[in-house]
């Protein structure tokens, strides 16, 4: 690739452009976005995307930020925008607001190739800015690419995790937990809406958290991933008393029940006797750290590893 051009003092302009600036010409910058020169001039030419400054011959030189823009502009337009709608678009985003714009526009393009890192970060940048909408676009971007499984395991479950952490070691605040996790609840939520109407006259799953805990994800994204296995359920949310559990269990005789529990629990929880009561023909599952670990005292009830595996599971048992 050719070589940037560092801008000489005299070129330096009156827009506040730090003399000595890295610059690019134009050969360089179709070279780094692999379009043709021409094309660069013609999105300058018509629709005003372009170079901020040109040396004092008038050859363009392109800034880092005039070449996000134009990578703006690209990767609009490989979206199916219109030249003259994306040159608009690229032109109305701020200087500071267009490497979250180039994240947003690439996890959208089903060909663009962002790591899971880079989504993580990308997530965990929108939470912090107080930008659900960007949270929104990365999450939804990751479920319509790797769906609910590849999103939860490779991006949404990690993302949760190092919130969690940054959390409770102080370096962020809660609202940025709360953001990211009703902006998760929402997309997970659309794409089970998008799987279409599922067919529940099937056998009965139920879903719930321990009573007292508030974490219900999981279970918004085991519905979601129950939906893409076309499986319908019925998501009884967080904190559900364990009283109501065991009366609608006797009462319904669901096939499964799935308990998830993020917070500490003691074997003599009313919540774990529930669960560890149940029998045939209802299956009991549990999922998520909170849950006593000694295997002998479980009954018939099952601990799940992953997100996936309780899909499997599930999948399996009711045939
Ligand atoms: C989002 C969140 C919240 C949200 C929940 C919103 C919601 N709608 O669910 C809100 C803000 C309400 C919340 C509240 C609280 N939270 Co909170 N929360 C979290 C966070 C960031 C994610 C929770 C989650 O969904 N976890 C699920 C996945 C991402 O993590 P995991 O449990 O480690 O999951 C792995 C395994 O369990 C496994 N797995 C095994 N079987 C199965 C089955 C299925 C189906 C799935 C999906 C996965 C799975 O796979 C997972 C990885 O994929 C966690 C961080 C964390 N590590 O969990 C803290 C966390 C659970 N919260 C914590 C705490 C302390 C609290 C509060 C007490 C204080 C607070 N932060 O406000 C209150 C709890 C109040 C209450 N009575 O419940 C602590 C718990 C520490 C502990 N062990 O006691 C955590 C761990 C944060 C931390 N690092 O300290 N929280």
């Not at 994240?103 to 962002?114: N, Q, T, V, Y």
Request: aromatic content about 4%; some cysteine; proline content about 6%.
């Amino acid at each position: 690739m050719s070589n940037p051009e560092s801008v000489e003092a005299s070129e330096a302009d009156e827009t506040g452009r730090p003399v000595g600036a890295i610059v690019w010409n134009v050969g360089s910058v179709a070279e780094r976005l692999g379009i043709s020169p021409s094309t660069l001039r013609t999105w300058e030419r018509r629709y005003g995307v372009g170079p901020t400054h040109r040396t004092t011959g008038g050859h363009r030189r392109y800034t880092e930020t005039d070449i996000q823009r134009v990578t703006l502009v690209q990767a609009l337009i490989s979206r199916g925008a219109p030249p003259m709608e994306a040159a608009r678009v690229a032109q109305a985003v701020a200087a500071d607001g267009l490497e979250a714009a180039l994240l947003e526009a690439s996890i959208d393009d089903h060909g663009a190739d962002l790591d899971h890192g880079q989504i993580i970060d990308g997530i965990i940048r929108a939470a912090r800015d107080y930008e659900p909408d960007r949270v929104g676009a990365l999450v939804g971007g990751a479920l319509r690419r790797d769906g609910v499984n590849g999103a939860w395991s490779g991006v949404i479950a990690p993302a949760l995790i190092r919130i969690g952490e940054e959390w409770s070691n102080g370096r962020l605040g809660i609202e940025v937990e709360h953001i990211a996790s009703e902006v998760i609840v929402g997309e997970l939520r659309a794409y089970t809406r998008a799987a279409g109407r599922l067919d529940s006259s099937g056998p009965t799953i139920v879903l719930a958290s321990a009573e007292s805990d508030l974490h219900s994800m999981p279970l918004i994204a085991l519905e979601a991933g129950l939906a893409e296995a076309g499986l319908a359920c019925h998501v009884l949310g967080a904190q559900f008393p364990a009283k109501a559990l065991a009366s609608m269990t006797a009462n319904l005789r669901p096939t499964i029940v799935f308990v998830w529990a993020s917070l500490p629990r003691e074997e003599d929880d009313d919540m774990w006797k529930v669960v560890t009561a149940m029998v045939p023909p209802t299956t009991a599952i549990l999922g998520g750290p909170g849950w006593p670990q000694r295997p002998d005292a479980r009954g018939h009830a099952t601990i799940s590893v992953s997100l996936e595996s309780t899909v499997a599971r599930i999948t399996s048992l009711v045939g």
